[in-house]
């Protein structure tokens, strides 16, 4: 079993910044399939960005503002934040995947105010 805590969601004022982390509990090195989700009320689970075999991808709407990147040695997933609008409000998942197996965090909040 794999568990994946997201943590550094919040309230932030529209242009603002935030880092998103994912936590993984068993070693993420020689992985090459992971990324984060986003869900905002009412609507279905987007991707935000991935890595994988094949180099990172972002969602058109946030190329630019928002960078994916991976510490193997912590074992963690970022989601750097630039630029927030309000827009941007949502759930935010990460997924990593082991194996044939994709885990799912819990989520963290992330709420832009304009």
């Known amino acids: 079993q794999v568990q994946l805590v997201e943590s550094g969601g919040g309230l932030v004022q529209a242009g603002g910044s935030l880092r998103l982390s994912c936590a993984a509990s068993r070693s993420i090195f020689s992985l090459n399939a992971m990324g984060w989700y986003r869900q905002a009320p009412g609507k279905q689970r987007d991707v935000v960005a991935t890595i994988t075999s094949e180099g990172i991808n972002y969602a058109d709407s946030v190329k630019g503002r928002f960078t994916i990147s991976r510490d193997n040695a912590k074992n963690t997933v970022y989601l750097h934040m630039n630029n927030l609008k309000p827009e941007d409000t949502a759930v935010y998942y990460c997924?990593?995947?082991?194996?044939?197996?994709?885990?799912w965090g819990q989520g963290t909040q992330v709420t832009v105010s304009s």
């Open positions: 997924n990593v995947r082991y194996g044939l197996r994709g885990y």
